[in-house]
């Protein structure tokens, strides 16, 4: 008998696993379920051959960052493999709102109102509700999108009240050289107030940190696929 070779992309799968370890572990330890944990594998900027190899692996939820690069990665494989499920966790431009909300089933980025209430009309239009989800700039960076913690409150009342907008969560990013931990127990704090069950935190370098503090969605990119294609 003779034992065949590995395929050349058998390193995902094992990364994947490794990571799905971690999420379990990370769970458990915090007395959690660690299926109320979702893995969103990120797949930006990643090579077709890694992607494929995700799935086979089981993966079912994909995030992506970019609403037309997703339709590259995704649309077909959407009509072939029903329990595939994809996240929007990038930046969104209110023209696309339309775009976004046949695509995906997840929104990570709402961050204004003018989006939220595109989304909301583009939602009662086409009669698809994808989980929404409030982005937050807990690090109060100016580059960085999201709305600022002092601002949550009303925006999220907003986004209830005015637009009619079901919301599944907040999301965060914390600032790239900071302890995360704070942030991610501030986003917890906001999502209590408000009766939000959802938070979207973590990624490769902090995932299991995040799972520890509460995280429902935790967003791994090169953790699982490896390192990313400059664009
Ligand atoms: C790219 C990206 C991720 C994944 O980052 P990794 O460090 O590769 O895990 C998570 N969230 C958002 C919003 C991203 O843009």
């Known amino acids: 008998m003779t034992i065949a070779a590995p395929p050349p992309d058998a390193a995902a799968a ?3 696993a490794a990571v799905r370890a971690r999420i379990d572990a990370a769970a458990r330890e915090a007395g959690r379920d660690p299926a109320a944990v979702t893995l969103v594998a990120i797949s930006k900027q990643q090579p077709d051959e890694r992607i494929a190899a995700v799935l086979a692996a089981g993966q079912r939820v994909f995030g992506e960052n970019r609403v037309q690069e997703a339709e590259a990665h995704w649309a077909a494989r959407r009509d072939t493999i029903p329990a ?8 969104l431009q209110t023209n696309k709102a339309r775009e976004a909300v046949a695509l995906f089933d997840a929104i990570h980025s709402v961050d204004r109102p003018r989006l939220a ?11 698809r509700r994808p989980a929404c989800f409030i982005e937050i700039n807990t690090g109060e ?17 907003r986004c209830r009240g005015e637009f009619g907008l079901m919301l599944a969560g907040l999301m965060c990013l914390p600032p790239r050289d900071a302890v995360p931990a704070p942030h991610f127990a501030l986003l917890a704090t906001i ?4 009766g939000l069950a959802g938070l979207s935190m973590g990624m490769s370098a902090d995932y299991a940190a995040a ?11 090169t953790a699982i696929f490896g390192d990313r294609a400059p664009r």
């Open 211 to 221: 799972v520890t503090l509460g995280a429902t969605h935790v967003r791994v990119g």
């Open 117 to 127: 209430e595109a989304l909301a009309k583009e939602m009662a239009r086409s009669g």
């Open 14 to 16: 094992q990364r994947l």
């Open 141 to 157: 960076e100016p580059q960085k999108a999201g709305v600022l913690p002092a601002d949550a409150d009303a925006f999220i009342e």
């Open 191 to 194: 999502a209590r107030r408000h």
């Open 84 to 91: 595939l499920r994809l996240h929007m966790v990038g930046p």
